[in-house]
């Protein structure tokens, strides 16, 4: 419990394999966590484990969104276009490809219209 407001600080535990298809060597933890980030958690409490207290600076470590933005200019995207939704696993093979290398092994798969001349992947 968040001390400071009285509610829940998680909102959800999922399995890792939910949301990703694990492998026996792959570096995934085994359990996701959806912080509740209604108001910053410095102060916790738990019958098990009694009153943790920790300044938050700023956010915390692992502190992700589900939704983002980004935004990408350069030679050969086209100015103004809005591509929808882009997973994340398609970020790094489409750096990538900018860069006329390819990523092999993972997820995604590299999102042409940010490619651009240069890419050759």
Known sequence: MNVDTGRP???????TERHHPRSPHDSLPD???????EAQIETVWSA????????????????HRPTGLLLA???GIPAGAELGEIAIGSLGPTIC???GVRLEG???EPV???VGPSGSA
Request: aromatic share 8%; no cysteine; charged share 25%.
């Open 73 to 75: 200019a350069g030679p």
């Open 112 to 114: 042409r219209a940010l």
């Open 31 to 37: 359990l996701l966590i959806e912080w509740n980030s």
């Open 97 to 99: 490809a900018r860069f």
């Open 106 to 108: 993972v997820d995604g």
């Open 9 to 15: 600080v998680v909102r959800a535990v999922e399995r």
């Open 48 to 63: 098990k484990t009694g009153i943790v207290h920790g300044p938050a600076s700023h956010w915390r470590t692992g502190d």
